[in-house]
């Protein structure tokens, strides 16, 4: 009884943890390396609802977006504030911090 | 007979055109004074400079990741800073061109949409301009020049125009449209900076068509040049531009044209008959000359993205 009651409560923690973290989206984007662009993209992204930070990876060319516990930002969406920004998004990926 | 024609016709085109769009350097090289900077976020220290100017014994940097104006004298030497991230009144998002104009510096504010004025000691004056794509509105603004009268010439980045304000930033007429760019003539594609010479020619640096436009004081296109024809064919030949990224009048009316992805400063007539190229190479992939200012004594001193430093250069002796 108690292992099921140790095994519940650290479930429970796991899935408390899980849910409280927020979500990581990593976007490839050509030709970056101009900062009239690249800052582009990280003002628009900013100031997308639920965006805690966004990390232009120069050397990668990759744009890091870090974004609340419960915000989910769709591929579509992400596509549409790079191509405003006039980028062309190469690839997509997320993961839960 | 005629196809003898037509074949001294076309070589004479080729040779010509090879003339116009190769050019060679005409004057000695320019010489690397010094290097100051470094990349981070202490007095002296840079953290991505995006824009320089000049006053009569001072240079203002955008410091723009450390969101704040550096000012250094001429060897170099820290003086003070301003500025701090935020969007309140005298406060930076990106600090981008700059300007020094009426005993005034002139930011850009590439995120909040806006100019800032500023005295040369750093307390600020006024803002300009708010978001949006209506008269007098910005979307990034890249770049600015002050006229005689006071008038501004903002490149509206994003935008993809630029308009002419008179001081209070009440607009006055735009070239190029919003949400529109085209490689015409008076067209743009991601407009960066302008610059004014003493009689009223302005001179846009149209960055991602790779080319400068000229435009007469009361308004007209007067020319254009960069890479054949001037039509966003980029490439790294004497006159050809890759990211055209800053724009600055020399004393002698000379313009220096910001050459980003070619990392060099090039340097050429009013009318644009190319001069001389200079810069330090990039080891990638961010690259270096990212901006230009010159003092009135030609010294030329460049904001090196790449390298967080600023450049100092001197023209070559003949």
Redesign the interface.
């Known amino acids: 009884m108690k292992k099921s009651i140790f095994l519940a409560a650290i479930i429970l923690f796991c899935s408390t943890t899980l849910f409280a973290a927020g979500t990581q989206y990593s976007l490839r984007v050509d030709g970056l390396s101009c900062p009239f662009c690249a800052y582009g993209i990280e003002k628009k992204l900013i100031r997308t609802e639920g965006v805690e930070s966004v990390t232009v990876d120069l050397e990668k060319g990759l744009v890091i977006v870090n974004v609340q516990e419960g915000v989910v930002l769709t591929e579509a969406q992400l596509k549409q504030l790079v191509e405003d920004a006039g980028f062309t998004p190469r690839s997509m990926s997320e993961q839960l911090l | 007979m005629v196809r003898l024609t037509l074949f001294v016709v076309m070589v004479s085109t080729l040779l010509l055109s090879s003339y116009a769009w190769f050019p060679r350097v005409k004057e000695p090289p320019y010489q690397l004074v010094k290097t100051w900077g470094g990349k981070g976020d202490a007095p002296g220290r840079l953290n991505?400079p995006?824009g320089i100017a000049v006053s009569t014994s001072e240079v203002f940097v955008s410091d723009?990741r450390n969101a704040r104006i550096q000012v250094f004298d001429f060897g170099g030497n820290f003086k003070h800073m301003f500025g701090e991230p935020g969007d309140e009144a005298g406060q930076l998002?990106?600090p981008?061109n700059l300007t020094v104009a009426n005993g005034e510096l002139y930011v850009t504010d590439?995120?909040n949409d806006r100019i800032q004025v500023y005295t040369l000691q750093g307390q600020f004056l006024r803002a300009i301009g708010k978001p949006g794509a209506g008269p007098g509105e910005f979307n990034?603004p890249?770049g600015v020049a002050v006229a005689n009268n006071g008038d501004l010439f903002v490149a509206d980045?994003?935008n993809q125009r630029v308009q002419q304000l008179d001081a209070n930033g009440d607009f006055i007429r735009q070239w190029g449209t919003p949400g529109e760019t085209g490689v015409w003539a008076g067209e743009f594609n991601?407009p960066?900076d302008v610059a004014v010479a003493a009689n009223g020619t302005f001179y846009i640096a149209d960055?991602?068509n790779d080319r400068v436009q000229v435009f007469s004081s009361n308004g007209d296109f007067s020319h254009k040049w960069g890479g054949p024809l001037a039509m966003n064919i980029f490439g790294s030949f004497n006159g050809w531009f890759a990211?055209v990224?800053s724009i600055s009048v020399g004393p002698q009316g000379n313009i220096f044209v910001a050459d980003?992805?070619n990392d060099r400063v090039q340097k050429f007539k009013p009318d644009g008959e190319f001069l001389n190229t200079f810069g330090i190479p990039s080891k990638?992939?961010?690259?270096t000359a990212?901006a230009a200012a010159v003092t009135s004594d030609d010294t030329v001193f460049v904001a090196d993205?790449a390298n967080h430093q600023i450049q100092k250069w001197r023209p070559g002796k003949k």
Request: proline content about 4%; overall charge neutral.
């Open positions: 991505e995006t723009a998002g990106r981008m590439y995120f990034a890249g980045f994003y991601y960066t960055g991602y990211t990224t980003f992805y990638g992939p961010a690259h990212i993205y």
